[in-house]
């Protein structure tokens, strides 16, 4: 699968895409303005981590590729690419429970700590790219 060389960029559906698990160093694009808002984006092969004014969003070990990722207070949803296994780790509402579904398939419930973060493990092969919904319950 081509990656673009766009480390974070605005699709025509105003979802974002970020990331690139190929590189072999960091890279990182700041200060992208996109809805009244701040990200930044830092992604090489070991770790792709998305911020928002300042904030997680994102982040996944190793490094991933993201696409048409949006979020809302009840829904995240994007689609996850790696040449791996990995884990992401997402940042939501503190002590609540949310169904996370991948391709579709419920995987069941999760809470986030005190702190918000969920964190999710999936199998990925080379290329392959996986579904994620995050539905507040």
């Known amino acids: 699968m081509e990656l673009t060389n766009e480390l974070l960029k605005v699709e025509t559906d105003e979802t974002l895409t970020f990331g690139d698990y190929t590189l072999d160093k960091k890279s990182k694009v700041e200060n992208f303005q996109f809805k009244g808002d701040v990200y930044k984006v830092k992604t090489f092969s070991e770790i792709t981590k998305l911020e928002k004014n300042g904030m997680m969003v994102y982040e996944s070990v190793p490094g991933t590729r993201v696409e048409h990722f949006q979020a809302n ?43 918000g973060k969920l964190v999710v493990s999936t199998e990925l092969e080379p290329g392959q790219k996986i579904m994620v919904e995050v539905v507040k319950k």
């Open 73 to 115: 207070d009840q829904v995240v949803s994007f689609q996850v690419q790696g040449d791996k296994d990995i884990q992401f780790t997402l940042e939501l509402e503190a002590n609540s429970e949310y169904v996370v579904y991948l391709d579709q398939a419920n995987i069941g419930d999760m809470n986030t700590n005190v702190s």
